[in-house]
């Protein structure tokens, strides 16, 4: 009789922002697998030419990234996610509505480059809402975002794409930053996908661990805890971006001897974390290391830092009772 392993799978990798912007998408994929030595990456989607590309050229936009994941594949890189680089589509919670349509060309154009690469997860920040508007528009401009979101539900259904993923952030403007917005958040979108399993994809949380509201933002001390955050949403958090920081939330760090004794995010306090508390069956954890981008030194260093962090994730995962799977490089609970 055939024994089905059925424990959860952790896609241990580095997140692309430090990369993809300098060598290209391709070269990328050959810095992370021969320089770094991750089998899974994550993407970040096309800022500096993603939504004009795909607004004005939709079929040769899809050419061009299937072209990368085809290379991928032949690399030997898993891209198992996708996300947005730096609030790429926050705009959909602009008071101007013909802004708010702009920025939901970059969710679109963000669908098709995540169904193009096979991605299982694309994921975003929700949206910012404007210190202009936040007093007096805040309630009506987040139901506004939740409707754009829907409709990303349905598009990312379209494109092949697993789920979709909310990022905690660190300021209210930038819900969800505590955890009852996440909750409240994450229901509507998990109502709406309730009532229309068959059109849209499933919607999830990608906990980053560096981020976390400060005081006086934060409800309780739990929303500026990783641990608290896996405890309440134990498999809703299918992404996790890892990356160090200070404690007021204002630094990003790599996992390095330069930063422990800085940094307040300890890699076997995470893994045993994730341990004790996430049950998705699949789990994605991306290294998120942007490094120093248009110098030189700073992207060779960047390489260095990324390489490090994910060796001492490895080292973590390993000490806290997990064991990689050889025969896809995933990581699982013995």
């Known amino acids: 009789?055939?024994?089905?392993?059925?424990?959860?799978?952790?896609y241990l990798g580095v997140n692309?922002?430090?990369?993809?912007?300098v060598y290209g998408h391709r070269r990328a994929l050959d810095?992370?697998?021969?320089?770094?030595?991750?089998?899974?990456?994550?993407?970040?989607?096309?800022?500096?030419?993603?939504?004009?590309?795909?607004?004005?050229?939709?079929?040769?936009?899809?050419?061009h990234h299937r072209g990368v994941a085809e290379y991928a594949g032949r690399t030997g890189v898993g891209i198992p996610t996708m996300l947005s680089f730096y609030r790429d589509n926050v705009s959909v919670l602009h008071s101007n509505p013909e802004i708010r349509e702009h920025a939901y060309t970059v969710m679109r154009a963000m669908a098709a480059q995540g169904g193009c690469?096979?991605?299982?997860?694309?994921?975003?920040?929700?949206?910012?809402?404007?210190?202009?508007?936040?007093?007096e528009r805040r309630g009506e401009l987040v139901e506004v975002g939740i409707g754009y979101w829907q409709q990303w539900l349905e598009l990312l259904h379209t494109e092949g794409v697993k789920k979709v993923t909310l990022e905690t952030m660190s300021t209210l403007r930038e819900p969800p930053a505590t955890i009852s917005s996440a909750k409240e958040l994450l229901s509507r979108l998990k109502e709406y996908h309730r009532h229309n399993p068959l059109t849209?994809?499933?919607?999830?949380?990608?906990?980053?661990?560096?981020?976390?509201?400060?005081?006086?933002?934060?409800?309780?001390?739990?929303?500026?805890?990783?641990?608290?955050?896996?405890?309440?949403?134990?498999?809703?958090?299918?992404?996790?971006?890892?990356?160090?920081?200070?404690?007021?939330?204002?630094?990003?760090?790599?996992?390095?001897?330069?930063y422990r004794g800085q940094g307040i995010?300890?890699?076997?306090e995470v893994a045993r974390a994730i341990h004790s508390h996430l049950r998705a069956e699949k789990l994605y954890v991306?290294?998120?290391?942007?490094?120093?981008?248009?110098?030189?030194?700073?992207?060779?260093?960047?390489?260095?830092?990324?390489?490090?962090?994910?060796?001492?994730?490895?080292?973590a995962f390993?000490?806290?009772?997990?064991?990689?799977?050889?025969?896809?490089?995933?990581?699982?609970p013995i």
């Open 286 to 315: 991306m290294v998120e290391v942007p490094g120093k981008r248009g110098r030189l030194l700073g992207e060779r260093e960047s390489i260095k830092a990324n390489r490090l962090s994910l060796e001492n994730a490895k080292k």
């Open 200 to 258: 849209t994809c499933a919607p999830a949380l990608c906990c980053d661990v560096g981020h976390g509201a400060p005081e006086p933002e934060r409800e309780s001390d739990d929303d500026a805890s990783f641990a608290a955050w896996f405890n309440a949403f134990p498999t809703d958090i299918v992404h996790i971006h890892l990356k160090n920081t200070g404690a007021q939330f204002l630094e990003t760090w790599p996992f390095t001897d330069e």
């Open 16 to 21: 692309l922002n430090f990369a993809k912007f």
């Open 318 to 332: 390993l000490d806290e009772g997990f064991q990689e799977n050889p025969e896809d490089h995933t990581w699982s």
């Open 265 to 268: 995010i300890d890699l076997h």
């Open 117 to 135: 690469l096979g991605c299982d997860v694309v994921g975003a920040s929700f949206g910012t809402v404007l210190v202009e508007d936040y007093e």
């Open 1 to 10: 009789m055939t024994t089905v392993d059925t424990r959860q799978r952790v």
């Open 31 to 63: 810095v992370a697998r021969n320089q770094i030595g991750a089998h899974y990456v994550e993407m970040v989607s096309d800022i500096d030419y993603g939504p004009v590309f795909f607004a004005e050229s939709p079929d040769r936009c899809r050419a």
